[in-house]
């Protein structure tokens, strides 16, 4: 194919995955009876964020991240960073000109998904142009922009910093990629390193690619690859320099070790891979570093020795550490998102079969597709190669573990698949005829962006994103009859509810609210549950006066049903929903639809003990 004919397919692709996009994210925002458009999020992480970000614009404290109506009167902090406030706060400002700051803020956070989507398709195809070739180019974009959890992570409605995360993740990618492909060059290591620092500020969770990466550099090393150590050295140099300036940007005077949110914790370890690879580099005159076996265990002891020094800081560096063991039993362990993508043993048609498929079907192709890649490519395009199979070598089984990961599995295994799409797309040109290769070329690939949604459709249960509605509860109404500035919205108040209540309501109305679907340990979340299930309404009457509530919320339906079953008994949580209530509550009247499933209670003052005479 003439340059100019690839240049037209590269740019005949963007604009097809950009369609994509666009269609859609508009599918999702008009869906749901245009919950959306009435002020509706995707989920409970989008409301706490927005509503932490108008406290962040309120006040200006960008070194105290604590959420003060969460959990009160503690209140909360979040294991969130910076960046991602930062770009929803620029994104406010942008929008201020036009609508009023609420209406900024909500609009930014809706947009800013499908925004940084679309910066993914351009870095997709920056990230794999020295890779791919030309007529290839454009099938990246294409895919990736097709795949469940890509397409999971930009909706619109969720400001979310996976996304984010997803596009560091590729840009990086892209920088390791030149690396090998230009080791002479400082340009791409530096800017990886850069990339890497940046990354690991949204979320320690890029540690992972960043070992893989390093990891790769070891074994280069070790095999003798002129230049590896050279490479490692930058990286882990800028990698370092930049850590260290994002925690001081991100915590100011807060220099603490912490798990997992970037502090020292991870300026220490970035920093002993600096102390490691400068060993290295140090040691690479030695004649005897030569021999594979000396490099072997001169890497081994340099990673054992700073291994070692890292050892005391292991809590600090572990971020599952910082869960609520309570909350990982009751809620956590339900969450979708660290769900296995595959189960087996016991087999079952949607576990082990149509869910695998739905995330990582591509994995069917890619993987042969990757070893095929590898075998027929030059030396410095093997090791650029090499760059995306050992991320995928640390991905993949992390998404098979857990739904989350599936994300950066599906970024990578789209460049083999795109690669094997195009080679058989091209050797369907040479072996039909011009006529049937138009009609068959574009059925084709289309059939291998979308079959894996097929299993998807054979499981797909009912979605809840963007529903005013949580499991039949209409909190998204009641917002509006809590914000009441005649009523209830005269004055804050504390409110007890189900945890996945909490954002919401502390997003739409001006009250604290005690518990939230969050793993660090808070308070409220396990006051709530014992106030819930209490069989004596003495002991939920003493943890609510001790906890400050002034108001309790309650819904019969299928979500608190489960969250506080414990037996047939007659528990708290049921009394108030059978209108059973005892005397410290009075019922507060709700509008007819809404009183329908929810049940809004008052505490009223304590009696006042008569004084003697």
């Not at 892209?174 to 979320?203: H, T």
């Not at 400068?278 to 265990?297: D, F, P, Q, Y």
């Not at 739905?358 to 042969?368: M, N, R």
């Not at 009609?439 to 949604?453: D, E, F, K, Q, S």
């Amino acid at each position: 194919m003439t340059n100019s004919g690839t240049m037209r397919q590269a740019a005949a692709g963007s604009v097809a995955a950009l369609a994509i996009v666009l269609a859609v994210q508009t599918y999702l925002a008009l869906g749901h009876d245009g919950a959306l458009l009435r002020g509706a999020l995707a989920d409970t992480d989008a409301y706490l964020r927005l509503a932490r970000v108008r406290e962040l614009i309120t006040s200006w404290g960008w070194f105290d991240p604590l959420i003060a109506r969460a959990n009160p009167p503690d209140g909360f902090v979040p294991h969130w960073t910076r960046p991602l406030d930062l770009l929803l706060v620029v994104g406010t400002g942008l929008l201020l000109p036009f609508l009023e700051p609420a209406a900024a803020l909500h609009w930014a956070g809706v947009f800013l998904g499908p925004l940084l989507q679309v910066a993914l398709v351009a870095a997709a195809l920056w990230a794999t142009a020295p890779l791919m070739r030309g007529a290839w180019l454009w099938l990246v974009a294409v895919l990736l922009v097709c795949q469940p959890l890509v397409i999971s992570s930009f909706m619109v409605g969720r400001p979310d910093h996976h996304g984010l995360l997803l596009l560091l993740f590729v840009l990086a990618l892209g920088c390791s990629i030149r690396q090998w492909l230009r080791p002479a060059d400082a340009a791409p290591a530096v800017w990886g390193g850069a990339l890497g620092a940046l990354g690991l500020w949204v979320s320690v969770e890029f540690l992972v690619y960043i070992a893989a990466d390093m990891a790769l550099l070891g074994v280069a090393w070790l095999l003798g690859v002129g230049g590896a150590g050279r490479l490692g050295h930058r990286k882990a140099a800028a990698l370092f320099a930049l850590t260290v300036a994002f925690v001081g940007i991100e915590r100011g005077p807060d220099l603490v070790f912490e798990a997992d949110r970037l502090s020292l914790s991870h300026a220490a370890l970035t920093g002993f891979l600096v102390a490691v690879w400068t060993a290295l580099r140090a040691a690479e005159g030695a004649r005897a570093l030569a021999s594979r076996g000396v490099r072997g265990l001169a890497l081994g002891v340099a990673g054992a020795a700073a291994l070692a020094i890292l050892l005391p800081l292991r809590p600090e560096l572990m971020p599952m550490a910082a869960v609520d063991p309570f909350y990982y039993a009751k809620s956590f362990v339900h969450t979708q998102e660290i769900r296995p993508t595959l189960v087996f043993p016991p087999f079952s048609w949607d576990d082990t079969v149509l869910r695998p498929i739905t995330y990582l079907g591509p994995a069917v192709l890619a993987l042969p597709g990757l070893w095929w890649l590898l075998r027929r490519a030059p030396t410095a395009g093997r090791w650029a190669w090499l760059a995306v199979g050992a991320a995928t070598a640390v991905c993949l089984p992390l998404a098979v573990h857990q739904i989350r990961w599936a994300g950066y599995a599906e970024a990578l295994l789209v460049l083999p698949y795109a690669a094997v799409l195009g080679e058989w797309a091209a050797r369907m040109e040479t072996a039909l005829r011009p006529g049937l290769v138009t009609l068959m070329r574009p059925l084709g690939l289309a059939a291998a962006a979308v079959w894996i949604y097929f299993p998807a459709m054979v499981q797909a249960k009912p979605y809840q994103g963007f529903a005013e509605t949580h499991a039949g509860c209409p909190v998204g109404e009641l917002s509006g009859f809590l914000s009441d500035p005649a009523g209830l919205g005269g004055s804050p108040k504390r409110i007890m509810a189900l945890y996945d209540f909490g954002p919401g309501l502390l997003y739409r109305t001006p009250h604290s609210v005690l518990a939230l679907p969050m793993h660090r340990p808070h308070a409220g979340y396990g006051n709530t549950y014992r106030a819930m299930t209490a069989s004596d309404p003495g002991e939920a009457e003493r943890i609510m006066r001790a906890a400050g509530v002034d108001l309790v919320l309650v819904c019969d339906g299928a979500a608190e049903a489960t969250f506080y079953r414990t037996g047939d008994g007659d528990i708290f949580w049921k009394r108030l929903v059978d209108r059973r209530a005892p005397d410290f509550l009075r019922e507060v009247p709700l509008p007819d639809r809404l009183g329908e499933t929810l049940r809004l209670y008052s505490v009223m003052p304590p009696p006042v003990a008569n004084g003697g005479g």
